[in-house]
């Protein structure tokens, strides 16, 4: 009988390290290569820093109770740069406390004077509501004062509401007719411009009136 042939180690199968490695129980095995990214992280955009460089001023002034200045500088950063979704949540949450805590230390209005002059702010802010509040309060002070009356036209005409804003306008020529000329020119009567009954009150004869009160121009700060 043939006795059987061992196979040679030049006949044996080459094995390489790292699959013998792993034949084997309890061998390390050689670290995976590292597989690129998909997707590379996204740039900061170049207006991220002004926009935080903004917000943390904002920040600061709210910090010294300066709360005019604090919401304006947020404000200029929702503004600004629209793009910072991240960054306008934070910012908002940060205006809505300087804007209660403006109203909680703005005192109110007590005089014609200061009613007049606080109605003249809100109109210019686009704040009609509050505007035609303090102006009825003016006038059942005094029903003839011509400045509340002029601003209550602007307001209920900033508003759309041109029945009461040309019956305002009306008393207030009746009591001073230097308003006239004023509602002529004025751009804040302008959406008035079509209607009959403001055409009709602008072309009315003037009254005599001995207590003329010099009209106010109601944005005054434009």
Known sequence: MAKERRPTKSAKAKVSPLVASRARPGARTAPEPAQPSSAAPEPRRSTYVEAVALYERGLEALQRHDYQDASER????????????????????????????AT??????????????ASTIAIN???????????????????????????????HAQRGEPAEAVAHLERAIAVNSENRALARTDPDLDSLRSDDSFRAVLEAPAANRSDRRRPIKTRSAR
Do not use: W
């Open 74 to 101: 947020f404000e200029s950063v929702l503004r600004q740069y629209p793009e910072e979704k991240e960054l306008h949540e934070r910012v908002r949450l940060y205006l809505n406390i300087c804007q209660r805590q």
């Open 104 to 117: 909680r230390h703005k005192p109110e209005p007590r005089t014609v004077e200061e009613r007049l002059f």
């Open 125 to 155: 802010g686009g704040r009609y509501d509050e505007a035609i509040s303090q102006l009825h309060l003016v006038r059942d002070e005094d029903p003839d004062n011509d400045h509340a009356l002029y601003m209550l036209a602007v307001a």
